[in-house]
């Protein structure tokens, strides 16, 4: 089986760009998490997607943004970047809604703006 | 809110020494519980849940509702385990969304 896997694994961009980072869910699994993990911080929750549907998304500016595929991968869009998005970012996957199904994550990408 | 707490960021022992990673959760539902560990160059995967009650790679953990924690355990430390744990809340019949603590770095010397 094929794990998450995330594009790119590493991404320059300059201050006020934008960001595209994609994410490929294992087969069969409907639901996408994105995280941001900054340094020290953790991992911060940013969205939630299932069926094609923007279930959640947590405390980040609306710059910050997504969509899911009918194919179920996802992508996250960061607009008008600031250097504190500086990041990890980490998609993972589940088969649904709730903790009897697992987080399965990729390995991120690397964001780095400057 | 919900909210999970990893009040230490870092634990060092030694090979053999018995390990507790604390994890502290608040919440006034019924919580669903997980260890994530991320060794080094790999992915965040998941270790155990408490709804299981399983020990995995000698690890339990016991969810305690009285003192609302779910702390780590494995009676003797290997150097394999040096990894960064990560204790996830997830609030059942909420909003499905899984919270991460800040995460502990275990460290276990030869």
């Known amino acids: 089986e094929a794990g998450v896997t995330q594009s790119p694994t590493h991404l320059i961009k300059t201050r006020g760009q934008q960001a595209t980072l994609r994410c490929s869910p294992i087969s069969g699994h409907t639901s996408v998490y994105w995280y941001q993990q900054a340094l020290g911080l953790g991992l911060q929750f940013l969205l939630w997607?299932?069926?094609?549907?923007?279930?959640n998304r947590g405390n980040f500016p609306p710059r910050f943004s997504g969509r899911q595929f009918p194919n179920y991968s996802s992508e996250l869009n960061v607009n008008a970047l600031e250097l504190e998005d500086s990041a990890l970012y980490l998609c993972a996957s589940s088969l649904g809604q709730g903790g009897n199904s697992p987080l399965h994550f990729g390995n991120g990408t690397r964001l780095t703006v400057t | 809110a919900q909210r999970v707490t990893q009040p230490e960021k870092l634990l060092s022992v030694f090979k053999g020494a018995p390990v507790e990673l604390k994890c502290n959760y608040s919440?006034?539902?019924?919580?669903?519980l997980f260890w994530y560990v991320q060794y080094s160059r790999q992915r965040l995967q998941l270790l155990l849940r408490h709804i299981s009650r399983e020990s995995i790679k000698g690890f339990t953990a016991d969810l305690n509702k009285g003192e609302t924690s779910f702390h780590l355990k494995k009676p003797f430390a290997q150097e394999e385990d040096s990894a960064m744990y990560y204790c996830?809340?997830?609030?059942?019949?909420?909003?499905?969304?899984?919270?991460f603590g800040r995460g502990t770095s275990l460290i276990v010397h030869p």
């Open positions: 919440y006034s539902g019924s919580p669903e």
């Open positions: 996830v809340f997830w609030a059942s019949g909420g909003s499905y969304i899984p919270t």
């Open positions: 997607y299932d069926e094609g549907e923007e279930r």
